[in-house]
């Protein structure tokens, strides 16, 4: 098995933000996405507790979302 399999699932991201600058917009956008779902996110960042439909949501909705920014960024809108 290669080095990507060799990773997943021992609690290390492989996801790495291409702006790390961005790092706090997406915070925020991942909480906003919480309250409005109904999804609380929890403090430590362990999310085993939760069920595979409240995380899909959650990153569902937040791939909706970032696709609907970027959609208004290239057709030139502010909101």
Same mark, same amino acid.
């Given at each position: 098995?290669? !080095?990507? $399999?060799?990773? /997943?699932?021992?609690g290390?991201?492989? #996801? #790495?933000l %291409?702006? +790390?600058?961005?790092?706090?917009? =997406?915070? /925020? =956008?991942? &909480?906003?996405a919480? !309250?409005e779902? $109904? %999804?609380?996110? +929890?403090a430590?960042? &362990? &999310?085993? #507790?939760? @069920? *595979?439909?409240e @995380?899909g949501s959650?990153?569902?909705?937040?791939?909706?979302?970032? %696709?609907?920014?970027?959609?208004?960024? =290239? *057709? $030139?809108? *502010? #909101?």
């Amino acid at each position: 098995m290669g !080095q990507a $399999g060799q990773s /997943q699932g021992r609690g290390s991201r492989s #996801n #790495n933000l %291409v702006v +790390p600058q961005a790092t706090a917009a =997406l915070q /925020q =956008l991942k &909480y906003e996405a919480a !309250q409005e779902l $109904g %999804v609380t996110i +929890p403090a430590d960042g &362990y &999310y085993g #507790n939760y @069920t *595979s439909r409240e @995380t899909g949501s959650l990153g569902g909705y937040i791939t909706k979302r970032l %696709v609907q920014l970027a959609e208004q960024q =290239l *057709s $030139g809108r *502010s #909101n």
